[in-house]
T-cell receptor, first 114, second 108 residues
Framework: DTAVSQTPKYLVTQMGNDKSIKCEQN?????MYWYKQDSKKFLKIMFS???????INETVPNRFSPKSPDKAHLNLHINSLELGDSAVYFC?????????????FGPGTRLLVL | DAKTTQPPSMDCAEGRAANLPCNHS???????VYWYRQIHSQGPQYIIH???NNETNEMASLIITEDRKSSTLILPHATLRDTAVYYC?????????FGTGTSLTVIP
């Protein structure tokens, strides 16, 4: 069973379009994240949700809007896609406990904006 | 936030132990040290973590110095499949800050 899954795996789209990436975890974790890995391979956190509530919102354009319908899902909606949004997006989940927080990552969604 | 520094790249002969160092001189007393790896562009994979004591699991061992300013990840018998980028991370304010990591190449 896949612990953290993302769909789609690949996404190719035109500038200006709106797209969504979905993430689901079956680990029973309370916390979920979105990370962005750019072409230089830097992996940077974008958002964190705990029990459907936004906890962390790093400096990300407001064209990016996370939505958590329940604690097992965290979707990422991107409006008006730009060339610079091309990257690999990773979803992760964790169950924080006593200062420890092992995060489990999904396989990634490779977004290419043309 | 604690910052970690790692060498950009290392080579290791297949079958030998791979020792990956990490400096985290600004880490605070309650910040855990985590190690992840990323093979090609797959999702980062959890390896091991620790606070003060040395830790060992089925994948690796983690040696943390007594002053907690540095640590070493040990892969006891490196295989070709261990070729990856290895990230040392100090968990701070419930956030992982990934640095540039160490690109480990296991050589046949």
């Amino acid at each position: 069973d896949t612990a953290v899954s993302q769909t789609p795996k690949y996404l190719v789209t035109q500038m200006g379009n709106d797209k969504s990436i979905k993430c689901e975890q079956n680990l029973g974790h309370d916390t979920m994240y979105w990370y962005k890995q750019d072409s230089k391979k830097f992996l940077k956190i974008m958002f964190s949700y705990n029990n459907k509530e936004l906890i962390i919102n790093e400096t990300v354009p407001n064209r990016f809007s996370p939505k958590s319908p329940d604690k097992a899902h965290l979707n990422l909606h991107i409006n008006s896609l730009e060339l610079g949004d091309s990257a690999v997006y990773f979803c992760a989940s964790s169950q924080p406990s006593g200062g420890q927080e092992t995060q489990y990552f999904g396989p990634g969604t490779r977004l290419l904006v043309l | 936030d604690a910052k970690t520094t790692q060498p950009p790249s290392m080579d290791c002969a297949e079958g030998r132990a791979a020792n990956l160092p990490c400096n985290h001189s600004t880490i605070s007393g309650n910040e855990y040290v985590y190690w992840y790896r990323q093979i090609h562009s797959q999702g980062p994979q959890y390896i091991i973590h620790g606070l003060k004591n040395n830790e060992t699991n089925e994948m690796a061992s983690l040696i943390i110095t007594e002053d907690r300013k540095s640590s070493t990840l040990i892969l006891p018998h490196a295989t070709l499949r261990d070729t990856a980028v290895y990230y040392c991370i100090a968990l701070s304010s419930n956030q992982f800050y990934f640095g540039t990591g160490t690109s480990l190449t296991v050589i046949p």
